[in-house]
């Protein structure tokens, strides 16, 4: 269904070019929406071409920030902003700029989390010029909201299941199951309630959800909780509505509408990834618009307004049903990127790897040496970042499709049979043991019975298996000096600490105590003298009955036996 | 070998063999029983006697104080499993973990193959409890056990409470060089299967527990303590154990030697020891002892909870303690310091028990019976069937050469004569098969159209199963192989016999007991059977030596043994709990007495009922 709309749009967009705003003030149903979305793109993508020096210039100046943009925090977002001001521009434009990225953190549960997170930066203000009609990367349907609504914030989030915290950990950004919707209004608005009203029924049609159900009977003005993220210091609660509809279900209509509010719709850049036959074959889907404002710079003079869509989806590997665990991004999305959103400043993919520093669980195809520090959620955790702004990044088939890897879990064995009264067994393996969880080696052995010497003083004792051995580097929660030359006491400095992160660790497991089978040494003159008797008397004179044939022979002796007796009488020996 | 290979001395051998052969048979079975009756002659057995010296030379001091104490913690142990309804498994962890021990437990299940009727249980669930005191400087390799059941009702606190008393002391000394292992199971020996595959990592029943998180090494030596009162008289020594295992004897001895230091009245199977061994009334105590101890090797159930131990070649016995009408009483202290007496010692061992006797009967505490001394008996009985397959053999061979024709007429009979053993031998096992199969799987049938439980009905299909069996097979070969022949019913009967020789010294070797019961009942109908003899009287007299019938006596014989004389209809209902015990047995610890006769005796017996009615 959406593949088949895709392949309408380029025939859509020749069609409505020239139709361009008169449709656009009308909120209609699905259908109609859909093409007011394309007709929007259309104009942004016109004037894409005559601004794609300035495109060029920016987007050198972003590849040297190395910021992971996944906290809201002004700092960040200062800093990013900043190279912006240097742009050389006479003309006072409105500047505005766009980011896209990809956060992919595979899970301790196994499943895979992505984030999307596309924002688009704009230096004007609704409220002051009060007519905006020139809109470059801003979807232009949300410019009309705020000024119209006079909005200082707005957060729109819909989720289709519930984030499991006990597994996933936490999101990047949280939201509830359902759609959520909270609104920070101006000051300037004198009816909230009555605007409140409008701006649901608008956003139901912009996003074609069921939001036009919020009404008084599910709107609160909490006066705690929800903050203005952006700048600004409100604090009269009166200008704050917020709503949730739990029954709301997320699924292709909302995505639809979501995608065609990004400059590039979802032609190009990471946005090509969001097909919803995969996205909504996931554990988890969350999609979520924020608006609001911003400092532009580190001083906040001025102030410019943010458009945050984020798109959050955990996959489920084990429900796909396949047995090795591997990943790309074509199993995910059924797509691979190609190319960057030409209108973008900075395209990214992230690949968490704070628990595979070294590779030792998964690895990734192809490989990236760049890399990238953050820390979210009180956590320092490290990327390896894939900038799609670069050419070498997609390699010579123009295509990325990223690939992890998980390695198997024996990694290594070494066995070594033994000889008898040699050497011993040795059985040597590397394993990787998944947390909280208990992992057993077993080993069967036959008993056998020693040769009679080799038996101890003590048989009955039993016989000693020396104990295993398990080595391993246990991560640790305090840097550690590699340095081996340095000072240090002595008890802390024998293991040799090749790394920062973790120690060394070797544990030694209980003795074994193994009976053997045992003679019973205290009559083995007894044993040996029955069981010969046994053999010699019961199975030779069995043996001989069953096997020989008695006859009566005449007594008729032959010629050498008669020699014999004739030497045997002269010897006075009794004859044959 | 000269007398053999001479074919003269050999013949005379022979003919005198089978001209003697009934007197000789008689005489031997007679030699047998007089034989069996005599070891618990005092003059012909030997006194017990320590023969592991790291448990001999060494003394011990006992000074377990805390009888008292001891008790009052197992009426509190009572209280609070009254309180819970079964096991208290909290209050237990928490008083073995404040008496510094280190606390693991396990959680089980299964679900019997039908009711179990005289436990009144089905779907059994619980849970063991069990510290491990680690011994300082050991490495874990070496371990003993000390455990109390937690049985329903009131029974057995004192035992909970005096473990966790003499776990205390326990902790508090430092000369321990073996871990010891603190175990309160539930559900008896249920529980005690599920701790031991635990333990030892293997699953033979199909039962399901949770892995044990706690081990301290190979098992040298466990105690399992049954106290049901504050006070007793005497305590009882317990050996017996699955399919008529023994411990070492030298766990007896040790036992036997603390009571006579301490001064605690001890008995076996409940009988004192007497000294009037030259009177009448001795000897018969003597008997009665011994008796008791055959019959409960050759049930081939566990007779107490250490029973189980014993398939992993762990010496263990049970210790219980009753409560009789006499005057001399012993308190909680005085059984701790024997407790503690026996730990010591074996404390001190260096290897596994292993230098005394594992075969052994016992007269009495301070007497004992040995394998080489028990086996004559058994051996004068078997040599009758031996006998009986030569006399039968030398039959066969013989009649051929009084006719000049009798050769052609060999050739004749001995095809089918392979078939016309087959068969029987065929069709007998399978009746077998179907006995030991067809109870348990057609319970639900039985329960449907017979108003019935479940229990009854498994022992009743049984029973109906084994009746139908003398019914079916016997003539069935002449379908086969037209009409018997003389030849045919002596080569069936030489197979026969054989074969219950094999079977009973196979058996014999493994649990003495069952194999002498056996051979008591089996080896004279094997001897006497032909199809020549009165129908009638001789039918009846194979039913009443059948195993069915021999099972009937011995349960009144050892209710009398008991000095529990029971009416017909008691000892009929016993009957029949007995042998759904026995079922229960099997399926659940593995116990062998079940499928043995099913499988192997009761197929057996049909080949002689077969021949009596060979046409």
Redesign the interface.
């Known amino acids: 269904m959406a593949a088949h709309r895709c392949s309408c749009w380029s025939w859509l967009l020749i069609l409505f070019s020239l139709s361009v705003f008169v449709v656009a003030d009308i909120h209609e149903t699905t259908p109609v929406n859909d093409h007011h979305g394309g007709v929007d793109h259309n104009a942004q993508t016109a004037e894409q071409t005559a601004d794609q020096p300035a495109v060029e210039e920016r987007r050198w100046e972003a590849t040297e920030v190395k910021e992971a943009a996944t906290v809201d925090a002004a700092a960040d977002i200062q800093g990013t902003s900043a190279p912006e001001t240097v742009v050389p521009s006479s003309v006072p434009q409105p500047k505005d700029d766009f980011q896209e990225e990809l956060v992919i953190r595979p899970l301790h549960s196994g499943d895979i989390y992505a984030s999307f997170q596309f924002r688009t930066l704009w230096d004007t203000d609704f409220m002051r010029e009060n007519k905006v009609s020139h809109y470059r990367l801003f979807p232009k349907s949300l410019g009309q909201v705020i000024s119209k609504f006079s909005v200082r914030e707005l957060h729109i989030s819909f989720t289709q299941g519930y984030w499991r915290t006990m597994q996933w950990g936490q999101p990047f950004i949280p939201s509830p199951p359902g759609a959520e919707l909270w609104v920070w209004f101006q000051d300037s608005v004198t009816d909230v309630d009555a605007t409140w009203k409008e701006l649901t029924n608008v956003l139901s049609g912009i996003f074609c959800a069921s939001l036009n159900f919020i009404d008084s009977t599910n709107t609160v003005q909490p006066s705690a909780s929800f903050k203005p993220l952006g700048i600004g210091n409100v604090t009269d609660h009166s200008f704050l509505r917020y709503a949730t509809l739990p029954r709301e279900i997320v699924c292709t209509e909302n995505l639809t509408p979501w995608k065609k509010l990004l400059p590039c719709g979802s032609k190009a850049g990471l946005a090509v990834l969001l097909k919803s036959e995969k996205l909504f074959h996931s554990s988890f889907h969350s999609q979520a618009v924020h608006i609001r404002s911003v400092c532009q710079d580190w001083q906040c003079k001025t102030t410019s307004w943010e458009l945050r869509q984020t798109l959050n989806s955990v996959f489920d590997l084990h429900n796909s049903g396949q047995t090795k665990r591997e990943w790309s991004l074509f199993k995910m999305f059924s797509r691979t990127l190609t190319e960057a959103c030409p209108l973008a400043s900075s395209s990214k993919l992230y690949i968490d790897i704070t628990d595979n520093p070294q590779g030792e669980q998964f690895e990734l195809s192809p490989a990236t040496s760049l890399l990238s520090q953050a820390v979210v959620l009180g956590d320092r955790r490290t990327f390896s970042v894939y900038d799609l702004t670069q050419e070498t990044t997609f390699g010579s088939v123009r295509s990325l499709n990223l690939l992890i890897r998980w390695k198997s879990n024996e990694g290594y064995i070494h066995y070594e049979p033994s000889k008898d009264r040699v050497k011993p067994h040795l059985l040597e393996m590397l394993i990787q043991l998944p947390p909280n969880s208990?992992t057993e080696v077993?080993v069967q052995f036959e008993r056998a019975l020693l040769k009679w010497t080799e038996y101890p003083p003590?048989?009955?004792?039993?016989f000693?298996v020396g104990s295993s051995v398990i080595s391993s580097l246990v991560p640790s929660t305090v840097a550690m000096h590699t340095n081996s030359t340095r000072e240090r006491p002595l008890f802390s400095s024998f293991f040799p600490c090749k790394e920062e992160s973790s120690y060394f660790v070797r544990i030694y497991t209980?003795?074994?105590?193994?009976?053997l089978p045992?003679p019973?040494f205290?009559m083995p003159y007894n044993v040996i003298c029955l069981t010969c008797t046994v053999v010699a008397?019961g199975y030779?004179?069995l043996y001989?009955?069953l096997t020989?044939s008695?006859q009566?022979e005449e007594p008729n002796p032959g010629l050498a036996k008669r020699i014999a007796n004739v030497i045997r009488r002269m010897r006075g020996v009794p004859p044959l | 070998m000269g007398l053999l290979s001479d074919p003269n001395r050999r013949r005379a051998l022979i003919s005198m063999l089978t001209r003697l052969n009934a007197p000789i048979c008689v005489v031997c079975y007679f030699a047998g029983v007089a034989w069996f009756m005599g070891l618990a002659f005092e003059p012909f057995t030997l006194r017990t006697y320590m023969s592991e010296n790291a448990m001999g030379s060494t003394m011990v001091e006992e000074r377990f104080p805390a009888g008292e104490r001891a008790l009052a913690t197992g009426r509190e142990f009572a209280a609070h499993k009254k309180k819970v309804g079964g096991m208290p498994v909290d209050w237990l962890v928490k008083n073995m973990q404040d008496r510094g021990l280190e606390v693991f437990t396990q959680s089980f299940s299964r679900t019997l193959p039908f009711p179990d009727e005289n436990k009144e249980r089905y779907i059994v669930k619980g849970t063991n409890v069990y510290g491990i005191l680690r011994a300082p400087r050991a490495p874990r390799t070496e371990a003993l056990v000390l455990s109390a059941p937690c049985s329903p009702g009131d029974g057995n606190n004192q035992a909970v409470g005096l473990l966790l008393g003499l776990a205390q002391y326990f902790r508090n000394q430092i000369y321990w060089a073996k871990d010891i292992i603190f175990l309160v199971n539930e559900h008896d020996l249920i529980g005690m299967q599920a701790w031991l595959e635990g333990y030892h990592h293997t699953n033979t029943t199909g039962m399901s527990w949770s892995p044990l998180q706690g081990r301290g090494g190979s098992i040298q030596a466990a105690l399992s303590l049954e106290l049901s009162s504050d006070v007793i008289t005497s305590l009882d020594l317990v050996l017996e154990g699955l399919n008529g295992q023994l411990p070492n004897l030298d766990l007896a001895n040790l036992f036997y030697a603390f009571c006579q230091k301490i001064g605690v009245l001890c008995t076996i199977q409940g009988k004192l020891q007497r000294n009037d061994w030259d009177s009448v009334s001795g000897y018969n105590h003597a008997v009665q002892t011994m008796m008791l101890m055959v019959m409960k090797q050759a049930s081939g159930r566990p007779w107490g909870d250490h029973g189980l131990f014993l398939r992993y070649h762990i010496e263990a016995a049970t210790i219980k303690g009753v409560n009789s009408f006499r005057q001399y009483k012993t308190d909680a202290t005085t059984i701790g310091r024997l407790l503690e007496g026996m730990y010591r010692k074996l404390n001190n061992l260096l290897e596994r028990l292993h230098q005394s006797y594992f075969f052994y009967l016992m007269p009495s505490l301070s007497h004992f019976v040995s394998i080489g001394y028990y086996m004559p008996a058994f051996g004068l009985l078997a040599v009758i069937l031996l006998l009986r397959a030569l006399d039968l053999w030398v039959q066969l061979n013989t009649p051929p050469s009084t006719t000049e024709d009798g050769v052609a007429d060999i050739d004749q009979q001995s095809s089918p004569g392979v078939l016309s053993v087959l068969t029987p031998l065929v069709i007998s096992h399978l009746t077998g098969v179907a006995l030991y199969a067809l109870p348990i799987r057609f319970q639900e049938t039985a329960v449907e159209h017979f108003p019935v439980s479940e229990t009854e009905a498994v022992v009743l299909t049984a029973i109906a199963i084994y009746t139908a069996g003398l019914a079916l097979p016997h003539n069935t070969h002449r379908l086969l192989s037209g009409e018997g022949t003389e030849q045919g019913w002596r080569v069936l009967k030489l197979v026969a016999v054989l074969y219950l020789a094999v079977l009973l010294g196979c058996t014999a070797l493994i649990n003495f007991s069952l194999g002498f019961i056996l051979a008591l009942t089996l080896v004279p109908l094997a001897a006497f059977v032909t199809p020549h003899v009165p129908k009638v009287l001789s039918a009846f007299i194979l039913v009443i030596l059948s195993p069915a019938c021999t099972l009937l006596f011995s349960v009144f014989f050892f209710q009398e043994l008991q000095d529990m004389p029971v009416s017909f209809q008691d000892g009929w209902l016993l009957y029949l709990s007995v042998i759904s015990q026995g079922i229960l047995d099997h399926s659940l610890y593995g116990s062998l007495v079940y499928p043995l006769i099913a499988l192997l005796v009761y197929p057996c017996w049909l080949l002689f009922w077969n021949i009596l009615f060979w046409k």
């Open positions: 208990v077993t003590d048989p009955n004792h039993g000693y209980e003795p074994l105590l193994v009976n045992t019973d205290s008397v030779g004179s001989n009955l020989r008695f009566i």
